[in-house]
């Protein structure tokens, strides 16, 4: 099946930074990438996605990049604020698995002010 | 207001005893799912639904039930529940439209198996 590989595990960054978090897919049949946030003891939270056909994509602060062919998308986060701390979860999936959505393991990412 | 509502959120119990974790959703969603979420591992998908009477399974299947008699609900069963099986375990739902689209998460239950 699928596999999602998610880099760093932790990222901590200055308030205003920029974070970037990487995610690698292994099947090259994967055609929708979200991405999604969990706050501190809630549940996981879609916060943008991207589909195959379209190599980026921006809302506000956020922005997903896609490479297909060497198949890793990528999230980043500008003007980096407090509340933007979180785990943050890639995932892939693959239309003819039924809608597999594997995830890739979570990165947690805190801002400092 | 449309939600995922799972039941119970915190539940302690003993090795073997039975127990059922219920998922209900009022969003007239096809696709179910049910992940469970352990450190260092993320979510790792147990069973899923795409339909009633549909179900599937994902990643990390051993030692769980899952049926899918109507399109709201979508329990989550332990038979005989064992200490590797203490996660915290999240119940999803998606509008399957023949691709995939936003997961709605359940609040998430704790289950703690002694």
């Known amino acids: 099946g699928e596999n999602v590989e998610q880099h760093p595990s932790t990222l901590s960054v200055q308030e205003g930074d920029s974070a970037v978090i990487k995610c690698t897919y292994s099947d090259s049949a994967s055609n929708y990438f979200p991405w999604y946030k969990q706050e501190l003891g809630k549940r996981p939270q879609l916060i943008i996605d991207i589909r195959s056909n379209v190599g980026e994509k921006k809302d506000q602060r956020i922005a997903v990049t896609l490479n297909k062919t060497a198949k890793h998308f990528s999230l980043h986060i500008t003007e980096t604020q407090p509340e933007d701390s979180a785990v943050y979860f890639c995932a892939a999936s693959t239309l003819f698995s039924g809608y597999a959505l594997n995830f890739g393991k979570g990165t947690s990412l805190l801002v400092t002010p | ?114």
């Open chain 2, 1 to 114: 207001e449309a939600q995922v509502t799972q039941n119970p959120r915190y539940l302690i119990t003993v090795t073997g005893k039975k127990l059922t974790v219920t998922c209900s959703q009022n969003m007239n969603h096809e696709y179910m799912s049910w992940y469970r979420q352990d450190p260092g591992l993320g979510l790792r998908q147990i069973y899923y639904s795409m339909n009633v009477e549909v179900t599937d399974k994902g990643d990390v299947p051993e030692g769980y039930k899952v049926s899918r008699k109507e399109k709201r609900n979508f329990p989550l069963i332990l038979e005989s529940p064992s200490p590797n099986q203490t996660s915290l375990y999240f119940c999803a739902s998606s509008l399957w439209q023949g691709f995939a689209g936003e997961l709605f998460f359940g609040e998430g239950s704790r289950l703690t198996v002694l």
